[in-house]
């Protein structure tokens, strides 16, 4: 399983991105699909979500700012982030998560993208 963000970058507060997350070696179609991320010094921290039956939710601290969206066909997920404030600098990662039908999960992490927002 493979889950690899890309779009991050430098940016001035009052910007935009879009991140993306690019999946291989799952049916992305029946897995939750989140965005997270980690500040310098904090713990990571949820950010958004898209359920396998595309229902979103967002951290307060992002919600009004951020859609997130999933296109299965192409295997991929997006974080569109609006009016970027420098609170929302650090690394974001995409996780996939799924619960079988023996209980257990599946969680899946890729190796994150920098967003940095300057003021």
């Known amino acids: 399983v493979q889950l690899q963000a890309s779009g991050g970058g430098s940016v001035q507060a009052g910007g935009s991105l879009r991140l993306s997350c690019a999946a291989s070696?799952?049916?992305?179609?029946?897995?939750?699909m989140g965005w997270y991320r980690q500040a310098p010094g904090r713990q990571r921290e949820f950010v958004a979500i898209v359920t396998a039956g595309d229902s979103a939710n967002y951290a307060d601290s992002v919600k009004g700012r951020a859609t997130i969206s999933r296109d299965n066909a192409k295997k991929m997920v997006y974080l569109q982030m609006n009016s970027l404030e420098p609170e929302d600098t650090g690394v974001y990662y995409c996780n996939a998560n799924r619960r079988t039908m023996s209980g257990s999960r599946n969680n899946y992490w890729g190796p994150g993208t920098q967003v940095t927002v300057s003021s």
């Open positions: 070696g799952i049916a992305l179609s029946i897995y939750d």
